[in-house]
């Protein structure tokens, strides 16, 4: 008898989160659910980790079903590190990270706790996805994103990917029927121009709130961006080797060596 693919999910929302939810109804199809997951909102934590102060993790029961869930009072990548190392018995087939409730598309990708999950997973040599709709709602409806997330995640459990390759995947805000399908995009180059509100508070003492509108000058039909204002689902290869290879060479004509 087969053994069902082992799935550990995980996302940045914290484990109350409808997006986690909505994935985890979606991974009791497909295989064993090990879920660990922030025990409350960690958002644009990026790849931060634990190392100045303890972490927890109890073992706890949010809805009805198959899956066996942790909380944690650590980042996303403690999450996958401490599922990984101290939850898990053997190396999960797959970890599928989200739905996030917001966009990582283009350099959010860069911010993201969500996607930070899954690059850790990647390290960790685990097929790995990162899954997120335009929608920052926390009542967002999840329902269109299922049959793609299932999909998506089949494909990858079938066939693998690239070696140091996890996926982001982005899902536009649209009813089924109006998203057109997936396209296979490269990440577009935009930016965030920041916005800090300087206040102050009863006491005097100045603060700052950080805000900010994203920029996107990149009309490249071929972009996530492109994709996802058009109605299509993006799919974006990430790789976490950052080695600007194509620097290198110019780097060594520049003479370092040289007094």
């Not at 190396?91 to 706790?113: A, E, F, L, R, T």
């Amino acid at each position: 008898m087969n053994e069902k693919p082992l799935i550990l999910v995980t996302n940045d929302d914290g484990i109350t989160a409808p997006g986690l939810r909505a994935l985890i109804d979606v991974m009791n199809e497909l295989g064993d659910v090990i879920v660990v997951a922030p025990d409350s909102p960690q958002s644009g934590m990026g790849h931060a980790i634990t190392a100045n102060s303890t972490i927890y993790c109890t073992a706890i029961t949010i809805d009805e079903g198959p899956q066996i869930e942790y909380s944690s009072s650590g980042t996303p990548v403690d999450c996958v590190k401490l599922a990984v190392n101290e939850i898990l018995n053997r190396k999960p087939d797959i970890c599928v990270s989200g739905i996030n409730h917001g966009s990582n598309s283009s350099i959010n990708v860069i911010y993201s706790g969500t996607m930070s999950a899954a690059v850790e997973a990647g390290i960790e040599g685990i097929p790995a996805i990162g899954f997120s709709l335009l929608d920052y709602d926390w009542e967002a409806n999840f329902e269109a994103t299922k049959s793609y997330v299932k999909r998506i995640t089949k494909k990858v459990l079938e066939h693998g990917l690239p070696e140091g390759v996890v996926l982001n995947v982005n899902f536009p805000k649209l009813k089924e029927k109006d998203i057109k399908g997936i396209r296979i995009c490269r990440q577009a180059k935009a930016y965030w121009q920041e916005d800090f509100d300087k206040r102050t508070n009863p006491h005097g003492k100045q603060y700052y709130w950080l805000s900010g509108k994203f920029v996107n000058e990149d009309k490249g039909e071929d972009t996530d961006e492109w994709a996802l204002e058009n109605g299509y689902v993006s799919l974006v290869p990430v790789k976490f080797d950052l080695t600007a290879h194509h620097a290198i060479q110019k780097l060594n004509s520049l003479g370092f060596n040289e007094e």
